[in-house]
Nanobody, 128 residues
């Protein structure tokens, strides 16, 4: 059974930084894709970034490009999302999601309905 557990959300001022963590376990095989998505109240869930376990390649959606970095620590089976220069419009629940996949796909990285497994989400609130 796949388990994804997020942590690291919180309240931060405009211009601040947060690092989100996603502890990953239970995938069958070595090839999977981990994505970060976010959903603000009244808005669609949107992709932020994703990373491939196959080769470590990553993709950044336009939503936060230039202000986020995704990386992984294989020794801890954890994927991180470092978020900098946060803005009030970044306020949302952030989710990590996963699915078995070889390589990386930009289409997958921005299409939440194509991911099978989800964490519980972590709230990020950016104050003005």
């Amino acid at each position: 059974e796949v388990q994804l557990v997020e942590s690291g959300g919180g309240l931060v001022q405009t211009g601040g930084s947060l690092r989100l963590s996603c502890a990953v376990s239970g995938f069958a095989g070595d090839h999977y894709l981990i994505g970060w998505f976010r959903q603000a109240p009244g808005k669609e869930r949107e992709g932020v970034s994703c990373i491939s376990s196959t080769d470590g390649n990553s993709y950044y959606a336009d939503s936060m490009k230039g202000r986020v970095t995704i990386f992984r620590d294989n020794t801890k089976n954890t994927v991180y999302l470092q978020m900098n220069n946060l803005k009030p419009e970044d306020t949302a629940v952030y989710y990590c999601a996963g699915r078995n996949y070889y390589g990386i796909s930009e289409r997958l990285c921005v299409t939440h309905v194509l991911f099978n497994d989800w964490g519980q989400g972590t709230q990020v609130t950016v104050s003005a």
